[in-house]
T-cell receptor, first 113, second 117 residues
């Protein structure tokens, strides 16, 4: 059974710091991995999607890497800003067509000015 | 283009009652999925609908049910509510259901927060 773990559960950093969020999964047979952002009272917003054949994806100050063989992904946020404060969720699409996303419990990030 | 909308946004019910939540997908999206989010279990998949048919179902008791209408709007129903059903219920839509090689992501609504007393 696929399980997704995110460490740390919470993180507080000062503005401007570079940071890394970690995601690990137990079954390397995945089709893709996504990073989402969730703001209080709002739904999830997809940040980056990495296909199983890819090693990384970049969008602005965000960079996500995927090491499928070791069951790990990292989300790198450069030059953090207070507006980055949110919960970041990692989700994998298991290696079977038609199966749903499996989410980690998230890392809650707080960036202070 | 309007996003995924969910109604109501907040709901308070008592144990034993039933509840119906509604989700309107993005225009043109035909696949709708439902998730339950709790502090203890995180986000868990409930079910997925496409063309009015349930394509996939998560590991939830039969008290949880859903349906999809011809205009792709979806409802989920929880009967005989329990305290543990208190959660944020999220709906997500995509143009098509997931299949091998499909690139499109899901778009999530703001959720319905259900409190069971």
């Amino acid at each position: 059974k696929q399980e997704v773990t995110q460490i740390p559960a919470a993180l507080s950093v000062p503005e401007g710091e570079n940071l890394v969020l970690n995601c690990s999964f137990t079954d390397s047979a995945i089709y893709n991995l996504q990073w989402f952002r969730q703001d209080p009272g709002k739904g999830l917003t997809s940040l980056l999607l990495i296909q199983s054949s890819q090693r990384e994806q970049t969008s602005g100050r965000l960079n996500a890497s995927l090491d499928k063989s070791s069951g790990r992904s990292t989300l790198y946020i450069a030059a953090s800003q207070p507006g980055d404060s949110a919960t970041y969720l990692c989700a994998v699409r298991p290696g079977q067509a038609g199966t749903a996303l499996i989410f980690g419990k998230g890392t809650t990030l707080s960036v202070s000015s | 283009k309007a996003g995924v909308t969910q109604t109501p946004r907040y709901l308070i019910k008592t144990r034993g009652q039933q509840v119906t939540l509604s989700c309107s997908p993005i225009s043109g999206h035909r696949s709708v999925s439902w998730y339950q989010q709790t502090p203890g279990q995180g986000l868990q998949f409930l079910f997925e609908y496409f063309s009015e048919t349930q394509r996939n179902k998560g590991n939830f008791p039969g008290r949880f049910s859903g349906r999809q209408f011809s205009n792709s709007r979806s409802e989920m129903n929880v009967s005989t509510l329990e305290l543990g059903d208190s959660a944020l219920y999220l709906c997500a839509s995509s143009p098509q259901p997931y299949r091998v090689g499909y690139q499109e992501t899901q778009y999530f609504g703001p959720g319905t927060r259900l409190l069971v007393l």
